[in-house]
């Protein structure tokens, strides 16, 4: 397993980043790049590890991460359900998809202002606009998913008598795992990116709320140490899905040509 994810690491991408930061420091410490609040990424690691002995880092982090996650698995339910009765259950699908589409053409960010002014600068707040976010890619994915499923697979099921709850269960879902899972790293993408803006309207938490305040601060270092902070989460949180995607349905997984 371990040997697996070494050859996942794109060893060549790391070293090209790794580059890249080596010569912005070395362009802004000649004074090539002149721009006044431009640092050197040195100056961002020493006030990334400043954020981290006050606490502050952390805090802010848990709070934008726990919202993000908890409108995401909110969101993978309920798309996973939604999707999958207006896949199976046409009258559904009828009369509910006219008004998907009108919803999920709304610019998302648009929904930003209506959760604030409905539900104020909370924590609930930023769980719905999480949730919204996320809601579309995995609903639409998962009835994607299930059409997609091979009418000869269905077939082979009524031989072997696996019918009803069963055949979804055993045949339909499987197959569409791809989809889904498509569908939700999607969404936990989107979340996190909500979350920042929902956080950036005026909730004072998390790290959407610290960038602004440390922008208008003129504080550069340390708006740029919650950019990459919040980069690398989002690394980490798409990194932790597919491993665990790779763990739990690898079989799926490998049947529609994953590795």
Known sequence: MTR????RVNVLGLLTLLGFFLLWELLVRTGILRYEYLPAPSGVLTAGADLIETGELPTNLRHTLAATVAGWLLATVVG????TLMALVRPVWVYSMASIDALRSLPIVAFVPVAVLLLGFTMRMEIVVAFYAALWPVLLNTLAGLRAVRPRLIEVGKVLRIDGVRELWKLRLPAATPYIV????????VSLVLILVAEMVGNPSGIGFALIS????????VMFAYIVTISLSGIVLNALLVGLVTIVFRGQM????EK
């Open 4 to 7: 697996a994810l070494l050859r």
């Open 80 to 83: 996973v359900l939604l999707g």
């Open 182 to 189: 498509t569908g939700m790293r999607l969404g936990l993408a």
């Open 214 to 221: 440390a922008s208008q601060s003129l504080q550069p270092e």
């Open 254 to 257: 490998a049947a529609a040509g």
